[in-house]
């Protein structure tokens, strides 16, 4: 498995999450690695994203509230997610890019109940 994602579950509105994605040694270096999110119904975006030269992107309806990092001894990429809302309901994605190689992991669902 090239990408593996966990964290996700059910949470109230406020509360906090945070998702982890564990890649393969081969992929996680030099690369640009980011979350998506894809709601019932609605096309797939981008959450964070984060170069290996330490650049994040945030989509705008996270920024302040959602953190993207990564941990080089473990292969792993984290999104903090605070001050969680209804409208973030999605199954999330992480995707590594590496060279002409693009990778996805399987989708973790997170589920914020108003």
């Known amino acids: 498995v090239q990408l593996q994602a966990s964290g996700g579950g059910l949470v109230q509105a406020g509360g906090s999450l945070r998702l982890a994605c564990a890649a393969s040694r081969t992929i996680f270096f030099n690369n640009v690695m980011s979350w998506y999110r894809q709601a019932p119904g609605k096309q797939r975006e981008l959450v964070a994203a984060?170069?290996?030269?330490?650049?994040?992107t945030y989509a705008d309806s996270v920024k302040g509230r959602f953190t993207i990092s990564r941990d080089n001894a473990k292969n792993t990429i984290y999104l903090q997610m605070n001050s969680l809302k209804p409208e973030d309901t999605a199954a999330y994605y992480c995707?590594?890019?590496?060279?002409?190689?693009?990778?996805w992991g399987q989708g973790t669902l997170v589920t914020v109940s108003s």
């Open positions: 984060l170069t290996s030269g330490g650049i994040t």
């Open positions: 995707k590594a890019i590496r060279g002409p190689n693009t990778y």
